[in-house]
């Protein structure tokens, strides 16, 4: 059978096009699987890690952080900046985890900051105020903003109760 010219370039246009979008499909599904899958893994990981069981959080956790996930290499960062769980305290690795370089979501400063932030509020033990600043003026160095803000308030304060 003889079909015109055009609709013998449509069938034929179809057929890649059906044979592509099913190549398409089946990326996105594999991936996307894998990507909820790793997901979960993170929240299992940290749920470990935000009800203080360290030792499990570190094994759970550690894997993701070498594979670059941001809130896997913060919460490795925080274990190895107070020693916590299995992991001895080391501020140079700590600062290694928090790095930004190639991780993807990750802002320069900002785990920094978040770890002060939880250091002096106390949510991995009790502190020197010393070592939470220290933390502070890490992030600040790095300009992240929160910090700056933060500290320009700190010192304000502790200036103002000097006068007095």
């Not at 398409?24 to 997901?39: D, E, L, N, T």
Request: glycine letters at 8%; one cysteine or more.
């Amino acid at each position: 059978m003889n079909y015109p010219e055009w609709l013998d370039v449509f069938l034929k246009n179809s057929v890649v096009w059906v044979f592509f979008s099913v190549l398409v499909f089946v990326y996105i599904a594999w991936h996307g699987f894998f990507y909820v899958k790793s997901m979960a893994e993170v929240r299992e990981a940290s749920g470990y890690f935000y009800a203080k069981n360290y030792a499990e959080a570190y094994q759970k956790i550690q894997p993701l952080a070498m594979n670059g996930y941001s809130e896997s290499r913060y919460q490795l960062g925080v274990m190895t900046a107070f020693g916590l769980g299995p992991v001895r305290k080391d501020k140079m690795l700590a600062m290694f985890w928090f790095n930004c370089k190639d991780v993807s979501g990750c802002v320069e400063g900002r785990n920094e900051y978040r770890l002060a932030l939880g250091c002096l509020q106390g949510e991995w033990g009790e502190r020197r105020e010393e070592e939470c600043l220290w933390w502070m003026k890490s992030s600040a160095e790095l300009q992240y903003q929160d910090a700056l803000v933060w500290l320009d308030k700190y010192n304000s304060k502790k200036n103002g109760k000097e006068k007095e």
